[in-house]
């Protein structure tokens, strides 16, 4: 069965960056991409990037481009989020789910969310 | 970027009534809109993705419809583990964009 397991909570201080990871199992990585998104406490979903399983293209939010890096590890079938210069609004719920693909891009299985906590 | 704009923020129905739930896109999306599920301390479920086709495990009392610019979840009956916030998502185009959530409620 597919299931997507993403890394522990973090607490970074302002400044800081944060390496949240996503581990799939259950199907063949490659032939899927993974979206991130995150969901500040009481707020909506806020999509942030996307990475192909198959080749490594990114896609990435405007609001967060330059400090997010989303990358993947195909020996490991591992995907990562990394946030640089965190600031207080990045105080997160981060989520990492399977991508179906690029031109019918829903999201059919999501990890746990990983919380990620910014203060000084 | 597509702005996805949902309605009515918050939606109070009481158990076996019907629940409509809008989206809109400020441009054509085409036929790709997903909607998800979400419950307090949980993560996002899919329920509907390509505008109308249920996920897997999706009960029937859910359906999607619409297309371009303009979408629609129905909840036929709703059940008590039916209430939660309902987020729409379209899915062709960068970057992707969710709408900002309608609060199922109980009346």
Known sequence: QVQVVQSGAEVKKPGDSVKVSCKASGYTFTRYSISWVRQAPGQGLEWMGWISGYDGNTNYAQKVQGRVTVTTDTSTNTAYMELRSLRSDDTAMYYCARDVSITRGFLDYWGQGTLVTVSS | ?107
């Open chain 2, 1 to 107: 970027e597509i702005v996805m704009t949902q309605s009515p923020a918050t939606l109070s129905v009481s158990p076996g009534e019907r629940a409509t739930l809008s989206c809109r896109a400020s441009q054509s999306v085409s036929s790709s809109l997903a909607w998800y599920q979400q419950k307090p301390g949980q993560a996002p479920r899919l329920l509907i993705y390509d505008t109308s086709t249920r996920a897997t495990g999706i009960p029937a009392r859910f359906s999607g419809s619409g297309s371009g610019t303009e979408f629609t979840l129905t909840i036929s009956s709703l059940q008590s583990e039916d209430f939660a916030v309902y987020y729409c998502q379209q899915c062709n185009n960068w970057p992707r964009t969710f709408g900002q959530g309608t609060k199922v409620e109980i009346k």
